[in-house]
């Protein structure tokens, strides 16, 4: 094989982004073939497109990369990895048909949307054991979540896809809350490298309590937003976006801005803040924002900003054992976020909402074809590993 198939970062990363490329021409086509009239339905193709589709290479390219430094053993590649995209792909188209026909899935298509979750946690479980990393098992939560969302959306079982339906945020909400607790802890690590590698004061280590807390606060709020349609769910969104900035609040005031790869995440980051805001502004309808606007704050914004900053790092350059960001990585996630800010304004002006989103498809359309371009250096040659991070150097004294 060749040495595509050397690294999971190759297939999946670039999987994903070419999800985020079909999600923006379907709804940029759909946009323009409804005129303007009601999107709900549209709606409903593009978010498992964004979600399982968008959303779940990057988790399974990020597992699984992450998955030999976890162990200390041999990387996903070759037949298995081939494997997996197979049933990626295949787990997709037939997502696609059902929910593109309205119908619940049979038994063979539910045992095809299963089966790359099935196989992801089962490679994860299997590298996990042999290698005795048993505080990495909390990570097969996420192929477990994934799979579930999965069925869901083709109709099994019932209740849940009645609840799906009921609630067609909470997926998002979930993999926000996901991105949080990786992305959150992958600013920390990388920006505590970068500081020691420049010879900077290493930022205070945070209390025990303080990320636990913050993550409780986080899932609690969200889960009151959904089983509450008052004010109760607004306050636990607001409650939320606050405790996420009290977790980071060290790094936001820290050096660590002056590196490019570690300012991208971050400031991914900061549209989750800003997306429960705004969700919590529309439950109060407060503003011109409606949920389904808001919500563009957390899909657009921070999945997209935090998906295309992480995979981005895997094509970096290497100097002297740290990475570089490239300039079309840096542009790339400037025209995601310009996106999903256009996205946002569109409902400021109901007369030109719909050529808003049409721009804003246009800008997460250019942003991504960036981004590939950007990220064209990484799918080939032998793969350097780490392949999302430098070389670590000890940390400086904490400034306290």
Same mark, same amino acid.
């Given at each position: 094989?060749?040495?595509?198939?050397?690294?999971?970062?190759?297939?999946?990363?670039?999987?994903?982004?070419?999800?985020?490329?079909?999600?923006?021409?379907?709804?940029?086509?759909?946009?323009?073939?409804?005129?303007?009239?009601?999107?709900?339905?549209?709606?409903?193709?593009?978010?498992?497109?964004?979600?399982?589709?968008?959303?779940?290479?990057?988790?399974?390219?990020?597992?699984?990369?992450?998955?030999?430094?976890?162990?200390?053993?041999?990387?996903?590649?070759?037949?298995?990895?081939?494997?997996?995209?197979?049933?990626?792909?295949?787990?997709?188209?037939?997502?696609?048909?059902?929910?593109?026909?309205?119908?619940?899935?049979?038994?063979?298509?539910?045992?095809?949307?299963?089966?790359?979750?099935?196989?992801?946690?089962?490679?994860?479980?299997?590298?996990?054991? #042999?290698?005795?990393? *048993?505080?990495?098992?909390? /990570? &097969? @939560? $996420?192929?477990? %979540?994934?799979?579930? =969302?999965? +069925? !869901?959306?083709?109709?099994?079982?019932?209740?849940?896809?009645?609840?799906?339906?009921?609630?067609?945020?909470?997926?998002?909400?979930?993999?926000?809350?996901?991105?949080?607790?990786?992305?959150?802890?992958?600013?920390?690590?990388?920006?505590?490298?970068?500081?020691?590698?420049?010879?900077?004061?290493?930022?205070? #280590?945070?209390?025990? *309590?303080?990320?636990?807390? /913050? &993550? @409780? $606060?986080?899932? %609690?709020?969200?889960? =009151?937003? +959904? !089983?509450?349609?008052?004010?109760?769910?607004?306050?636990?969104?607001?409650?939320?976006?606050?405790?996420?900035?009290?977790?980071?609040?060290?790094?936001?005031?820290?050096?660590?801005?002056?590196?490019?790869?570690?300012?991208?995440?971050?400031?991914?980051?900061?549209?989750?803040?800003?997306?429960?805001?705004?969700?919590?502004?529309?439950?109060?309808?407060?503003?011109?924002?409606?949920?389904?606007?808001?919500?563009?704050?957390?899909?657009?914004?921070?999945?997209?900003?935090?998906?295309?900053?992480?995979?981005?790092?895997?094509?970096?350059?290497?100097?002297?054992?740290?990475?570089?960001?490239?300039?079309?990585?840096?542009?790339?996630?400037?025209?995601?976020?310009?996106?999903?800010?256009?996205?946002?304004?569109?409902?400021?002006?109901?007369?030109?909402?719909?050529?808003?989103?049409?721009?804003?498809?246009?800008?997460?359309?250019?942003?991504?074809?960036?981004?590939?371009?950007?990220?064209?250096?990484?799918?080939?040659?032998?793969?350097?590993?780490?392949?999302?991070?430098?070389?670590?150097?000890?940390?400086?004294?904490?400034?306290?």
């Amino acid at each position: 094989m060749g040495s595509f198939w050397l690294g999971a970062h190759r297939p999946f990363f670039v999987l994903s982004a070419l999800w985020a490329l079909l999600a923006g021409l379907g709804w940029l086509a759909g946009l323009r073939e409804i005129g303007g009239a009601d999107y709900g339905n549209l709606a409903a193709l593009h978010a498992p497109l964004l979600i399982l589709g968008f959303g779940g290479a990057a988790s399974a390219g990020f597992l699984l990369t992450s998955l030999p430094g976890w162990t200390k053993g041999a990387p996903v590649q070759g037949g298995v990895l081939v494997a997996l995209v197979l049933a990626w792909l295949l787990g997709q188209a037939v997502i696609a048909r059902q929910v593109g026909l309205g119908a619940g899935a049979g038994l063979p298509g539910l045992l095809a949307v299963a089966l790359f979750p099935l196989g992801l946690a089962a490679v994860m479980a299997w590298a996990i054991v #042999v290698g005795r990393a *048993w505080r990495r098992l909390f /990570a &097969l @939560a $996420v192929p477990g %979540g994934l799979g579930g =969302v999965a +069925l !869901a959306y083709v109709g099994w079982p019932q209740g849940v896809a009645a609840a799906l339906a009921a609630h067609p945020s909470a997926p998002v909400l979930l993999y926000v809350m996901l991105i949080s607790v990786v992305g959150g802890r992958a600013i920390i690590g990388f920006g505590r490298n970068f500081l020691a590698r420049s010879g900077r004061a290493a930022v205070k #280590v945070a209390a025990g *309590w303080e990320e636990p807390l /913050a &993550l @409780a $606060v986080l899932s %609690g709020g969200m889960a =009151v937003y +959904l !089983a509450s349609d008052g004010g109760a769910g607004a306050l636990g969104l607001g409650l939320a976006a606050g405790s996420q900035l009290f977790r980071l609040r060290r790094w936001l005031a820290s050096p660590i801005w002056r590196e490019p790869l570690v300012a991208v995440l971050l400031a991914g980051f900061l549209w989750l803040p800003a997306g429960l805001v705004a969700l919590a502004l529309a439950r109060l309808q407060v503003g011109p924002l409606a949920s389904a606007d808001a919500l563009h704050a957390l899909s657009m914004g921070m999945m997209g900003g935090m998906i295309a900053a992480m995979a981005g790092r895997a094509a970096a350059r290497r100097v002297n054992g740290a990475l570089v960001a490239r300039r079309g990585l840096i542009v790339a996630c400037t025209l995601i976020w310009l996106a999903a800010v256009v996205r946002l304004t569109a409902a400021l002006w109901p007369s030109g909402a719909l050529a808003g989103m049409e721009l804003a498809a246009v800008l997460w359309l250019a942003g991504w074809g960036g981004w590939l371009l950007a990220y064209a250096p990484a799918l080939r040659g032998p793969v350097l590993r780490p392949v999302l991070s430098g070389r670590r150097v000890p940390a400086a004294p904490e400034n306290r």
